[in-house]
């Protein structure tokens, strides 16, 4: 009996390996050479599958990342995060700031041969602007004459069209005539959306032009391999203008969601830098050569509803009760920078700007704090607190809870899945949100971007806060080129959100940064700039000192 | 016999249009949009210019008559979020590797279950017994995340070197080998369970005894006899097992970065894609379904005992 | 067993047969027991179904070690937070992500929380889950199963098929869509959630169980007697069904817990700082390279309970069918 049996398993293990060692099918092993070659192949991890690689249509950043090697930008940005001619090898600013002309290069290139032209960008931008793509996010270009008029026309729409602010003169001349002078749009021109698409091939081919075989791309890198949701590879495109400096081959990128098997593919040698890391690793990983950190352009906060919360003085109480430099420390552990205020470090005119905001102290201040909740006369004690469900925010909103409950507030964390966290934002908020967590990353480098946030009318003011002087302050920004002059109004929108009699509508706990491991073969030459995009142009393969 | 099939396979029609039905009421019941991914929210014009290139503005039954005539003309709409890719694309790419995935997890579970099982009876009550039983069990019992984990770190990572497998992804066949066995340890423990009871229950028949009595050598009894009588229940247990594999092993791609469906059905739910959702609840309840019809029909001529009564 | 351990619900026909197969096997009038033999002449001791049962249950030692493994874990988790020295949502980062010690037996957590008690508030809140789904899948189980082997003709065949629309739905992600609905993050919802989805299996043994005891010679002689069909469902058929619910509750108990823990992991379970055992493993799933343990302790917990009622479930199963045998 034993023997029968005995021999049964053994039939079965054998023929299990058998099997396996046949191969279920070959496949082809995607890239890696894993760090010990030489050979400018690197493999990283896109992290998500990009939503959408046709520019009118990205709105996430792996899309942005991938776009932004795959094409050409008029503009790019330095390292001050200042515009740097790219394809445009120069523009002129005229009209009191209300009319911009590109003039581009005469040596950008399609993957298909045709030239790049002015027309190219004319085209790409009125059909982002067009009800039809009806484009997320069309309103970057609501800056430019009858744009958000065509965006939003039902009929005569053809003539609405020729209306628009955008007009390729001769084939290396694009003119934009912006509403009212935006002195950051030059840098605003460096985002994906306002990257050109191939004509021909977006007629050709109509919704399925970004597929691999079907797309055409004008930059430095071309789209090699794409098997959806597992690989995205890029290949060094040879007839691209400035080949020469490019020194990177192929770039084989992985989509592994999950920060924790990225870091394990990494340790295993199969990905030469992942994207992002999870914080609970942060302890572990930080003090290894691989370890990098960058600064970022944007702030995570504790948004307050000013109805929910009408008393200013319990506002700037549960801002004093947060001890930042606990929650950098033991739970974001990436250095972050405890926040002065709502707009980031690296803004360009944040020194001008000086957020100094008496709320906000980095260990927090208990006692302060309980002597203004003292003065309350109806405090309300029971906070909903509303968050998504992505991994770290509900540490951080649990410390919070207990440092909150120090001042006699009972919080209760409601986790919710993104969809329905953003219909419970609004605006106008859900009325049971009495609290929610939210962290806003600059979409262009100046912080106009961050503080129109709190107009009335934002569709980003979650908090309830409407100040009509904020407002007016807001508006004169808009018409003040002069950065200094500018820089000046900002300080004292800062003032008016956070200063000594600030309304407080918000809680900000710290300032972006951003972790990655990176071999170090790679590390010398790679940066990922305050907007967390990476050119990889300027990556080289060197062997490490 | 005829008309038990015509009757049953006509019957899958109302069915599946009620599973529609169902799927896109409850859809519609979630709140949330699915056009806005960020916390950016969508100026109003652009959000209505967008329910109107999706018919998201049509009465709920007007869309749910163009989605029914889509699904019968196999096309089950464009997404909601993937502004480039279609339904249909999606299950075309990723449907694969999920149902790769799943039968690999079922030979897994299949050839180590069955022994494992088999060695429990012929063993029962003993020691031999408990301990398979015990492991099957904890193969069932401790979460596949908690062994894809341990799994991943120790073979991939901490003896990487040795073993030459991937931490992620599905593309070799060392790559494939992990994932496999993380989904397959539950069926396989359950698998060993059923053969053990299987085989113990077809032990106390008396055909058995009267081979026994015959003087047939036990190890005869136990192979031809038994085994292949026990069987039975096993193989037809199999088959839903192995749509449930397909159906929804979505923790365990999205630890291993596999993409397969059911990553995709999170991912869709989580951020409201309405047409993914439905395309892919259509497709996955049309195999369940299928295969329930098959399964019932194949039934019904296997063991006439158990068709049901009219 | 109804599970696998992707936390998938096997709703299949060829399953369902082969359970009912199983449950069909109860006997219907209890035999009374010989007394074991040597007795000759002792009086001859009658016994119940029940009874008998419970000894055979003891004799199965793989049983008896489960129930005590599961009663002591519910004791657990119950006692323990109430005498417990540690605040279970104190946050104390100097102490967090402490191996276990003397000081704490199974470890702290990223916030410096007592693993050991808040395991057993965990246990509190999943168990909980666990048995709330389970009876609210045994009472619509019940209710629809009754109710179609009982009026039988049309309206059985009716429900019937629509049942087979329900199986259509895949477990898990139609779990995500009600929890989407309801908000996830309460005790309640995810009951509903996990409970919306599982009450089928259960539904067809019922309606299957009373089919068969409809047709049984005593409920016929009960109702040409004149009893009431409602009497005759109470007196007869519920409890002859009974042992075949209570091997239910444990049969569903670990599919339950399972699709719990998974959707907790995917990050739709209990809000914070209440923990069931499926958020402390998502919690610590990110940290087990720095601190194993967290995500280590309520696996382990999850896997004791899950092979308690399995193995519970065998065990009576084995207990109330007296023609199982052991070889």
Request: glycine fraction near 8%; charged fraction near 20%; hydrophobic fraction near 45%.
């Amino acid at each position: 009996m034993r023997i029968t049996v005995r021999a049964l398993l053994a039939a079965v293990f054998v023929a299990t390996f058998a099997a396996l060692a046949a191969g279920c099918g070959g496949g082809n092993g995607a890239g890696g050479d894993g760090g010990g070659v030489i050979d400018q192949v690197i493999t990283i991890n896109w992290g998500t599958e990009p939503p959408s690689l046709d520019p009118g249509l990205a709105t996430d950043t792996t899309s942005s990342d991938v776009l932004l090697n795959i094409m050409d930008p008029l503009v790019k940005l330095g390292d001050n995060l200042e515009p740097v001619p790219n394809l445009a090898e120069s523009w002129d600013v005229t009209n009191g700031g209300k009319t911009v002309t590109f003039h581009l290069r005469n040596d950008g290139k399609w993957t298909n041969g045709d030239p790049v032209t002015a027309k190219d960008y004319e085209w790409s931008w009125k059909r982002t602007i067009s009800p039809d793509l009806a484009a997320d996010y069309a309103y970057q270009f609501f800056g430019i004459v009858g744009a958000e008029d065509y965006n939003s026309c039902k009929s005569g729409c053809a003539a609405m069209r020729d209306k628009v602010g955008i007009k390729a003169t001769d084939d290396h001349t694009l003119r934009v005539e912006l509403t009212s002078p935006q002195p950051w749009f030059v840098q605003q021109v460096a985002h994906t959306s306002f990257l050109a698409v191939n004509r021909a091939t977006v007629e050709k081919f109509g919704n399925k032009w970004t597929e691999p075989g079907n797309i055409v791309t004008n930059g430095p890198f071309e789209l090699a391999t794409w098997r959806h949701n597992a690989e995205l590879d890029l290949k060094k495109w040879d007839a691209w203008r400035n080949a020469d400096e490019v020194k990177l081959k192929r770039i084989n990128g992985r989509m592994i969601s999950e920060g924790t098997t990225a870091v394990q593919a990494f340790e295993a040698g199969e990905l030469d830098m992942t994207a992002g890391l999870p914080p609970e690793e942060l302890s572990r990983l930080k003090g290894t050569d691989s370890y990098s950190q960058y600064p970022g352009l944007g702030t995570y906060y504790y948004g307050l509803n000013v109805k929910a919360i009408p008393d200013v003085n319990q506002r700037r109480a549960m801002s004093l009760a947060i001890d930042r430099r606990t929650i950098i420390d033991n739970i974001a552990q990436a250095d972050q920078l405890p926040p002065t205020g709502f707009t980031p470090k690296g803004m360009p005119g944040f020194d001008e700007l000086n957020p100094s905001s008496p709320w906000t102290p980095e260990n927090g201040d208990l006692d302060k704090a309980k002597e203004l909740m003292a003065k309350v006369a109806n405090p309300n004690k029971n906070v909903n607190l509303v968050i998504n469900d992505s991994p770290g925010h509900r540490e951080i909103a649990v410390a919070i809870q207990s440092m909150w409950k120090e001042l006699g507030i009972n919080t209760t964390i409601r986790q919710q899945e993104w969809a329905q966290f953003l219909e419970s934002l609004g605006p106008p908020p859900d009325p049971s949100v009495d609290a929610y967590r939210l962290g806003w990353i600059g979409d262009y480098v100046d912080a106009m971007n961050f503080l129109e946030l709190w107009t009335c009318k934002s569709g980003n003011n979650n908090s309830n806060y409407c100040d009509p002087q904020y407002d007016a302050l807001v508006a004169k920004a808009r018409q003040t080129p002069d950065n200094d002059a500018r820089y000046k109004i900002y300080g004292e929108l800062e003032d008016k959100l956070l200063g000594e009699n600030g309304a407080v509508p918000i809680a900000p706990i710290y300032w972006y940064t951003y972790v990655q491991l990176e071999r170090p073969s790679i590390k010398a030459s790679l940066n990922v700039n305050l907007l967390s995009q990476t050119d990889y142009t300027k990556v080289v393969e060197v062997e490490p000192s | 016999m005829t008309r038990l099939i015509v009757r049953r396979v006509l019957w899958t029609i109302p069915v599946i249009l009620l599973v529609i039905l169902m799927t896109f009421l409850l859809m519609r019941q979630i709140e949330g949009n699915p056009f806005r991914t960020s916390e950016r929210a969508i100026p109003a014009s652009i959000q209505a210019n967008l329910e109107a290139k999706f018919g998201l503005d049509d009465p709920w039954w007007k869309q749910y008559v163009r989605y029914v005539k889509g699904v019968a003309t196999f096309d089950l709409g464009p997404s909601l979020v993937l502004r480039n890719r279609d339904v249909n694309d999606i299950v075309r790419e990723h449907f694969p590797p999920s149902l790769e995935l799943g039968a690999l997890a079922m030979l897994f579970a299949l050839v180590f279950g069955i022994p494992l099982g088999l060695l429990a009876a012929l063993r029962a009550n003993k020691w031999p017994d408990y301990t398979a039983m015990f492991v099957a069990n904890v193969g069932f019992a401790v979460p596949s995340f908690l062994i894809a984990t341990l799994l991943i770190y120790f073979f991939a990572v901490r003896w990487g070197d040795i073993f030459d497998i991937p931490t992620s992804g599905w593309t070799t066949w060392q790559s494939k080998i992990l994932p496999t066995i993380a989904l397959g340890l539950g069926p396989m423990a359950y698998f060993a369970r059923l053969t053990r009871g299987s085989v113990l229950e077809t032990l106390q028949q008396d055909y058995i005894r009267t081979a026994r009595a015959k003087g047939l050598r036990r190890r005869r009894v136990v192979v031809v006899h038994t085994l292949r009588n026990s069987l039975i229940p096993v193989v037809t247990a199999a088959g839903p097992i192995l749509g449930f594999l397909i159906t929804g092993s979505f923790v365990i791609e999205q630890i291993f970065a596999i993409p397969g469906i059911g990553r995709y059905y999170v991912t869709a739910v989580t951020g409201r894609d309405y047409s993914v959702v439905m395309g892919l609840t259509v497709l996955l309840a049309m195999i369940v379904i299928v295969a329930n019809m098959v399964v019932d029909i194949l039934y019904g001529i296997l063991d006439p005992r158990t068709r049901e009564a009219r | 067993m109804s599970s696998t351990s992707s936390g998938e619900r096997t709703q299949f026909p060829g399953l369902r047969r082969l359970k009912e197969r199983r449950y069909l096997r109860l006997p219907t009038p209890p035999p009374p027991t010989p007394t074991a033999s040597g007795d000759a002449g002792a009086p001859i001791r009658s016994s119940s179904l029940w009874r008998d049962a419970w000894y055979r249950y003891l004799r199965n030692r793989a049983a008896v070690i489960a129930g005590i493994a599961f009663l002591a874990l519910l004791a657990y988790c119950v006692i323990w937070p109430i005498v417990s020295p540690y605040d279970p949502n104190q946050v104390d980062f100097s102490q967090a992500n402490d191996s276990p010690s003397l000081a704490h037996p199974l470890g702290t957590d990223q916030f410096g929380r007592d693993l050991f008690t808040r395991t057993a508030l965990g246990g509190r809140v999943s168990i909980g889950i666990g048995f709330a789904a389970t009876l609210v899948i045994l009472a619509i189980g019940v209710t629809y199963g009754a109710i179609a082997g009982f009026l039988g003709g049309f309206v059985d065949n009716a429900l019937m098929r629509f049942l087979d629309a329900l199986y259509g739905l895949p477990y898990l992600p139609f779990a995500i869509i009600i929890l989407a609905i309801f908000g996830g993050g309460s005790f309640w919802t995810m009951v509903i959630a996990l409970s919306i989805a599982s009450w089928f299996t259960t539904a067809r043994i019922v309606r299957g169980q009373i089919i068969t005891l409809k047709e049984n010679d005593y409920v016929r002689a009960a109702h040409a007697v004149g009893a009431r069909w409602l009497r005759i469902l109470a007196r007869h058929l519920l409890p002859n069904t009974l042992g075949v619910l209570v091997i239910a509750v444990f049969l569903e108990l670990p599919g339950v817990i399972l699709g719990e823990a998974f959707l907790s992991f995917i990050g739709l379970g209990i809000s914070p700082p209440d923990a069931s055992w499926g958020s402390m493993a998502q919690d610590g799933y990110r940290a087990y390279r720095v601190a194993p343990h967290i995500i280590i302790v309520p696996s382990i917990a999850i896997a004791w309970l899950i092979l308690c009622a399995n193995f519970i479930a065998d065990g009576l199963r084995d207990a109330l069918d007296p023609r199982t045998r052991e070889t």
